[in-house]
């Protein structure tokens, strides 16, 4: 299983990102995915998850401003966020699970500039 997330960068506050993952993975389109973000100092926190069934939860601080989805038929899942605030800073993670197995990508960083 490998994770390779793409699409971070430096940004201004008010634009947006576009973050992708590609998943190397055997039937991706039968399992949920995950994006985290891990801030300096911080713990690894959940940002939004999409289900097999196309479901969708955020976490309140990006409720409204993000959207993650997936294409099945490329093995990759996406996160849009829009709107970006300085405190979006972080390391973002994609993440999924199969049994008792956490998979998780290297991470992409995010930054943006006041």
């Known amino acids: 299983v490998q994770l390779v997330e793409s699409g971070g960068g430096l940004v201004q506050a008010g634009r947006y990102l576009r973050l992708s993952c590609a998943a190397s993975?055997?039937?991706?389109?039968?399992?949920?995915m995950g994006w985290y973000r891990q801030a300096p100092g911080k713990q690894r926190d959940i940002v939004a998850h999409?289900?097999?069934?196309?479901?969708?939860t955020y976490a309140d601080s990006v409720k409204g401003r993000s959207t993650i989805s997936r294409d099945n038929a490329k093995n990759t899942v996406f996160l849009q966020m829009n709107t970006l605030k300085p405190e979006d800073t972080a390391v973002y993670y994609c993440?999924?699970?199969?049994?008792?197995?956490?998979?998780w990508g290297h991470g992409t960083l995010v930054t943006v500039s006041s």
């Open positions: 993440h999924t699970k199969r049994g008792t197995y956490d998979y």
């Open positions: 993975i055997s039937a991706f389109d039968l399992y949920a």
């Open positions: 999409i289900s097999r069934g196309y479901s969708t």
